[in-house]
DNA sequence: CCCCGAACGTTAGTCGCACTAACGTTAGTT
DNA sequence: AACTAACGTTAGTGCGACTAACGTTCGGGG
């Protein structure tokens, strides 16, 4: 059984989970503040739509998280006059902040998770996974990233 | 961020749950379901809390997971005369076979996730897996798996 | 021998993440 | 003008991981 790749995917998944809760929890965070507030940062200001579709983050949840971040001051919510129904969500110079603590708590996560490895197997993981996430993301969610 | 490992592991592992969930969901059971049963059908019959050491699931879960089980008619827990405060779980024929079946499910699992590897990638990626939960693995729950 | 700490099973509850269903509003399309 | 699709929102579900507290039982040391 735990030489099961579903096994030990999901088993090093858990670590890491817990890697990556710690990790941000640390700093008072969570996953989904860090995903939102770099795409954010790196790909600029969109819709709470678009912002799902580049984070994968469902509708009913980015509700909560904007709601969460915007509390904290990290993000804001302006009216696209040239569509009602739309928000255009932005990042406040706090939220940028933000996003780099997060992105150095998960910059620290990384090295604790890959300990084990050297440079070269880093590499091969790396791509191996990045096989798999290409291949399953794949007709899944709505692929505009508006 | 989309090349961090840390994203690249707990996205994947988000395909490989959902997957997970979707093929043991279909036959009806859940990922606790297959750790326990495959545990008891493999190693043999334990206490709960041996259970427990040898799946990574918490006594708390154990316990609904036991009840869940054993209202099906998979596992049995007798007393363990040498010792009152332990259960002595062992699994019926039919959880025999619901355990055939969980890992039938699971090895489907396994084709769907692995499906855009050749056979090298899928052994170096379970090989570097492999490493990772061992070191992970290392220091963190009670380790006697009796 | 008794006491105390550890282990066992159990109940209850929390948290994060993923996901579904339904609703009102607004934009396009036809 | 009517219909469909997209948007944001509310509410609720499921699973896995985890914490806290409690009564019972076992084992070892004073």
Do not use: C
């Amino acid at each position: 059984m735990e030489q099961l790749p579903s096994w030990l995917l999901t088993q090093t998944a858990a670590f890491a989970g817990r890697l990556v809760s710690e990790g941000f929890a640390s700093t008072g965070g969570r996953g989904y503040h860090y995903r939102v507030l770099t795409s954010l940062h790196v790909d600029g200001p969109t819709s709470q739509a678009g912002l799902g579709r580049r984070t994968g983050i469902f509708p009913s949840d980015m509700v909560a998280t904007l709601n969460e971040l915007q509390a904290l001051g990290f993000t804001m919510r302006s009216v696209d006059k040239s569509d009602k129904r739309r928000y255009l969500i932005s990042i406040t110079p706090a939220g940028v902040e933000r996003a780099e603590e997060l992105s150095a708590a998960a910059e620290k996560i990384q090295d604790a998770l890959l300990a084990p490895l050297d440079d070269d197997e880093r590499h091969q993981l790396t791509a191996l996974l990045g096989k798999l996430y290409a291949h399953h993301r794949q007709g899944f969610p709505p692929l505009p990233m508006t």
